[in-house]
């Protein structure tokens, strides 16, 4: 069709593509963008309506100091939510690089079991299981508490996990290992100095997963929390937006909305590819 | 089968690690399995188990046979949630689809900036549901948020109107905020199976004279399956499974119209306090669950002969 096309019509056809892109893109990122640049606003300014979004009597950060006076304030939730993040991150990190090296390398007894399973539990979603992991949790004297919580979270990652890292160990020839076998190396060491450089990018994108997994949970975070010092960014946003601290302040809704969008912006702005990577990998199982 | 794996071990790999050695590799898989066992398989049976007991918060629990699945039969609540749940499964299925795939089509080949359009799309499916959910709550707010005020401005309406007070504006609010955070997901896995569609029988299909629509009807869609029903699957069990929008937006008014399953099951278990019960409403929903991965198993399936 194209070849058809007189320089004209092309050039015509090309500046409605591109008014289509950036009317679109215009579109997807306007809420963000709305939502930070109103967080900038004095608390007088933020109550209005935000037309037009940025701040109009000048750039404050009084939201943000509000936010801070709620409840245990934003940084103890700032703070319980980094926490629970990166515990998760490592944890799950460490636990699958293990599990994917040892269904990847080793022969044992229910292996195809023990894999099938780890796999099924995708199909059964946390959410109806939820009131007994609670009275584990209790059990275990883990409630209420931020590591029960981390447990929680990375078992939930384990499926896509160990499915990633497994297929990045299956990748990397069996070679290589017999060579640094003969230089004397044992399990361990093999594991973490050898194979670990080579499956980093498959590292990369479980850690990135687990972050944003963690990041972003609610539902068991709002169970499993009781204790307003224990809140997670969503949890205790949602108890400041639900009006729990008094009359809703929504200039610290903006600012806590903005706390919460912009760490997974910039972690999937700098490391896109190998979100994507992770996306077409769980889509292609 | 397990025992068999040492025998047929490729010779190689049996030099490698000797066959006793092969144990160990249960040792790297325990932390993993340990996990699975204590938050997921106890869990798993203990809703089993506690769905067929009175179960409160405090106090003792006491069996009650097949009593909570008798009551679910009568809690008519519990169904106006479930039919309410299906209901928006299936219009922000194709309200989702009906914006993701022209966008996969345009995003799918490329040219100048095509690769910011995409980042652009896909940015809100990064944010979590909590924190779209927050936003957009203040977005649809009547006083201080942005839809209501902006139309109010422009004229459009002459007096603020409130969106989230009547079922009808409140549901389809909830549904453009869902597209808005999830096409750009969407469209990145159907973007993934257009490219997968070989080139040559496209133009192959040009040469025999199909338009542009025949072509899409008879090459385009019969090629996607796959990647269709798991685009479809996902959005489905997400939406099964929506909870956050409602819980935030709408607290699952207004007047309890927006209350979906998930929602219910938190009110009985954990408002209520109801435990056992809400064990027995849970394994509803993972029987439900269960049987859409058994479709979802069947309608991945492998290309056979027919496709």
């Known amino acids: 069709m194209a070849q058809a096309a007189s320089p004209n019509r092309r050039l015509l056809a090309s500046i409605g593509e591109h008014s289509t892109g950036i009317i679109a893109s215009v579109l997807f990122a306007a809420p963000i963008v709305w939502a930070v640049l109103s967080a900038f606003k004095p608390a007088a300014e933020a109550r209005l309506p935000p037309l037009p979004p940025w701040p109009t009597s000048g750039f404050s950060l009084e939201n943000y100091a509000t936010l801070n006076s709620f409840g245990d304030g934003l940084w103890v939730s700032a703070q319980n939510s980094i926490y629970v993040s990166v515990m998760t991150v490592l944890l799950s990190v460490a636990v699958s690089v293990l599990a994917g090296y040892g269904f990847s390398r080793f022969r044992f007894p229910f292996k195809d079991l023990f894999f099938i399973l780890i796999l099924s539990t995708i199909m059964i979603p946390f959410q109806s299981i939820l009131t007994p992991i609670f009275l584990v949790l209790t059990k275990l004297g883990l409630h209420n508490t931020l590591t029960g919580l981390v447990g929680v979270y990375v078992t939930l990652q384990l499926p896509f996990s160990i499915f990633m890292m497994r297929n990045a160990f299956d990748a990397v020839p069996r070679e290589i290992e017999e060579a640094a076998r003969m230089d004397g190396a044992g399990n361990l060491t093999m594991l973490l100095k050898v194979m670990l450089p080579l499956v980093w990018p498959g590292v990369v994108t479980i850690a990135l997963f687990a972050f944003l997994g963690a990041w972003n949970e609610f539902l068991a975070a709002l169970v499993l929390m009781t204790d307003q010092s224990k809140f997670t960014l969503p949890v205790m946003m949602t108890a400041l937006q639900s009006g729990r601290f008094g009359a809703i302040d929504w200039g610290a809704v903006q600012a806590g909305v903005t706390v919460m969008m912009v760490p997974c912006l910039i972690l999937f702005l700098v490391l896109q590819r190998f979100y994507i990577r992770g996306l077409m990998a769980g889509a292609i199982k | ?307």
């Open chain 2, 1 to 307: 089968m397990t025992s068999l794996a040492t025998i047929t071990a490729p010779p190689r790999a049996r030099r490698l690690v000797g066959a006793g050695r092969q144990w160990i590799g249960l040792l790297y898989v325990a932390p993993a399995i340990a996990l699975v066992v204590v938050f997921f398989l106890i869990p798993l049976g203990m809703t089993a188990w506690m769905s067929l007991h009175n179960w409160p918060l405090m106090g003792e629990h006491s069996y009650v046979g097949l009593g909570n699945y008798v009551a679910i039969l009568r809690d008519t609540r519990f169904w106006n949630a479930l039919r309410f749940t299906a209901y928006y499964t299936v219009i922000v299925t194709i309200a989702i689809f009906v914006v993701a795939f022209p966008l996969a089509l345009f995003v799918e080949r490329p040219r100048p900036l095509t690769n910011l359009y995409r980042t652009m799309f896909f940015m809100p499916a990064v944010v979590g549901f909590a924190s779209a959910s927050l936003l957009w709550s203040w977005l649809l707010n009547v006083d201080s948020g942005l839809f209501s005020p902006a139309a109010y401005d422009l004229g459009l309406i002459d007096k603020k109107f409130n969106l989230l007070a009547t079922f009808q504006p409140a549901f389809w609010s909830i549904i453009a905020m869902v597209v808005w955070k999830v096409a750009g997901f969407t469209m990145i896995i159907l973007m993934a199976g257009l490219q997968s569609i070989p080139q040559d029988l496209q133009e192959a299909a040009v040469i025999d004279g199909a338009g542009p629509f025949a072509r899409f009807r008879a090459i385009t869609l019969p090629l996607m399956r796959r990647t269709l029903a798991l685009a479809l699957i996902l959005s489905v069990a997400g939406s099964i499974l929506a909870f956050d929008q409602f819980y935030i937006i709408l607290r699952g008014g207004p007047r309890n119209q927006t209350l979906t399953a998930v929602y219910w099951i938190f009110n009985q278990s954990f408002v209520s306090f109801k435990l056992g019960y809400g064990a027995a409403l849970s394994m509803v929903l993972l029987v439900v669950l269960v049987a859409l991965s058994l479709v979802q198993l069947w309608l991945l399936r492998k290309p056979e002969g027919l496709d």
